[in-house]
């Protein structure tokens, strides 16, 4: 398990993202301060970097996910002495500037489908590291990228997949190109699915049948842990959770795996919970107990909400 707590990597910028630059204006907005650049409202700063966004997709709530990913990055390399990255969506390019700045990449594969981009991803890379050794800039579809990687057996200590909605796709060819021992952070932004709303969405993704439940949160991290466990075990591996975290944006579930060699997964690895709508208590069960499934506050069958997850 990965130690985060009071970690923070030397090149982490002290200063709060957002923290104003010139040509900024500051706007009090309730409880919160919100920056606008006055001369070019496509240019942001995180962690003390600055960059454009151009016409791409970018969050500002979304920086602690971020944070995490490279925190978890810095620990990574610092246990290991080297470490590579590829970043399979990277939008504007800030998350391959922060790997390669804040967690002192040794390389890092920035990939975009849209080749739109590729100057203002080059652009923002450029200003944090001017030797291109480092960093390559690619446009390809995810999965082609991933596989066309383990194909070359070019393997990664780190693997990034900010992806939208529930896409599920990318895991069998993102462990593919993962290095073994290495890590895996995965994205869901799928809250329909999490919060039960759409039950057979969720079983052809993840294999994971999820009704309306007051902890959709939880709900929606086990749901994507779960398909992660089951897909590394059909390519005879195990993956580890090392973090996840929520955020009520979009909403975002994000996880941190690492993947291991091959091990049996025992009985708790997969399980149903269930959750009772008279008392409101909720307990997990094994496959065995399908059958008994129950609440002690009536002493009945639980017969509503019961969802597979890990």
């Known amino acids: 398990m990965l130690a985060l707590h009071g970690y923070f990597p030397k090149t982490l910028s002290p200063y709060p993202i957002g923290t104003p630059k010139l040509e900024t204006s500051i706007v009090l907005c309730k409880d919160r301060i919100l920056k606008v650049n006055?001369?070019?409202?496509?240019?942001?700063?995180?962690?003390?970097?600055?960059?454009?966004?151009?016409?791409?997709?970018?969050?500002?709530?979304?920086?602690?996910?971020?944070?995490?990913?490279?925190?978890?990055?810095?620990?990574?390399?610092?246990?290991?002495?080297?470490?590579?990255?590829?970043?399979?969506?990277?939008?504007?390019?800030?998350?391959?500037?922060?790997?390669?700045?804040?967690?002192?990449?040794?390389?890092?594969?920035?990939?975009?489908?849209?080749?739109?981009?590729?100057?203002?991803?080059?652009?923002?890379?450029?200003?944090?590291?001017?030797?291109?050794?480092?960093?390559?800039?690619?446009?390809?579809?995810?999965?082609?990228?991933?596989?066309?990687?383990?194909?070359?057996?070019?393997?990664?200590?780190?693997?990034?997949?900010?992806?939208?909605?529930?896409?599920?796709?990318?895991?069998?060819?993102?462990?593919?190109a993962l290095r073994l021992g290495g890590l895996l952070y995965l994205t869901n932004t799928d809250g329909y699915s999490s919060g039960g709303h759409r039950p057979r969405h969720s079983l052809d993704a993840y294999g994971a049948f999820v009704r309306p439940l007051p902890f959709a949160n939880e709900i929606g991290l086990r749901m994507l842990i779960g398909g992660a466990v089951r897909e590394a075990a059909v390519l005879g591996y195990h993956v580890t959770p090392l973090f996840s975290y929520y955020a009520y944006h979009g909403p975002v579930f994000r996880v941190m795996l690492r993947m291991n060699r091959p091990k049996i997964l025992e009985n708790r690895d997969y399980g149903f919970i269930g959750y009772c709508n008279r008392c409101g208590h909720s307990q997990a069960f094994s496959w065995e107990e399908l059958g008994k499934i129950g609440c002690s506050c009536c002493n009945s069958e639980m017969t509503t909400n019961v969802s597979h997850g890990h």
């Open 38 to 176: 006055c001369c070019n409202p496509n240019r942001q700063t995180e962690r003390g970097i600055e960059f454009d966004i151009g016409g791409a997709f970018y969050r500002h709530e979304s920086s602690t996910g971020r944070d995490l990913g490279i925190l978890a990055a810095s620990v990574d390399r610092q246990s290991k002495g080297g470490l590579r990255v590829l970043d399979a969506m990277c939008g504007c390019g800030i998350r391959s500037c922060r790997y390669l700045m804040e967690a002192e990449a040794d390389f890092v594969l920035a990939n975009d489908a849209n080749d739109e981009y590729r100057d203002l991803i080059v652009g923002n890379l450029k200003q944090v590291e001017r030797d291109e050794t480092r960093w390559v800039v690619c446009h390809s579809e995810a999965n082609r990228v991933l596989t066309e990687r383990y194909l070359q057996r070019d393997f990664f200590d780190l693997i990034d997949i900010d992806s939208f909605g529930s896409e599920s796709m990318f895991l069998r060819s993102a462990m593919l």
